[in-house]
């Protein structure tokens, strides 16, 4: 009886002391989307649409950077958004990635990307067809420990034989 009380007790502290992350919902999703869909509209570019798969990677690797406090394209393996993308079962012809920390708002972080001039021409890319986001907000980032708001957007053209 004892060792269970002292198992439950350290189940407890371990899931207690794990830093407290939220992930994007649907309409974080949503939001982000339509203002970059906005952008691509102002440029007569046609919208592009959430993609689950995308969307799976985006997610991921959006709970990557933020259990490591990072801001990069490379994940904890090593891998890239290429790899990404296929190991969520996203066979590309195109497969593009903006990343971004701090910005509190939908709206600051599609602003922050489009004022990139390395980011602008990835959301503005007439041949990308999907996209998957990812968010997450880390509630025990502060001042010189993290960024609190951790984006990431994946944008592809699935490759011809999956295309819809």
């Given at each position: 009886m ?17 830093p ?23 440029e ?105 708001h ?15």
């Amino acid at each position: 009886m004892r060792s269970l009380f002292l198992a439950a007790l350290v189940i407890t502290t371990l899931v207690a002391s794990e830093p407290r992350m939220e992930a994007a919902d649907a309409a974080i999703a949503t939001e982000l989307l339509n203002l970059v869909n906005a952008a691509r509209a102002k440029e007569a570019l046609a919208p592009i649409a959430l993609e689950p798969r995308l969307t799976e990677a985006a997610q991921r690797f959006a709970e990557d950077l933020a259990a490591r406090r990072a801001l990069s394209h490379t994940d904890r393996r090593g891998g890239r958004p290429p790899e990404r993308f296929l190991n969520a079962g996203y066979r590309y012809a195109i497969a593009e990635e903006a990343v971004a920390a701090g910005q509190k708002s939908c709206v600051e972080v599609v602003a922050a990307w489009l004022a990139s001039p390395s980011h602008r021409p990835l959301l503005l890319d007439k041949a990308v067809r999907d996209a998957g986001i990812g968010y997450v907000f880390r509630a025990d980032d502060g001042p010189g420990r993290g960024y609190r708001h951790y984006w990431v957007i994946d944008l592809g053209l699935a490759a011809p034989a999956e295309r819809r």
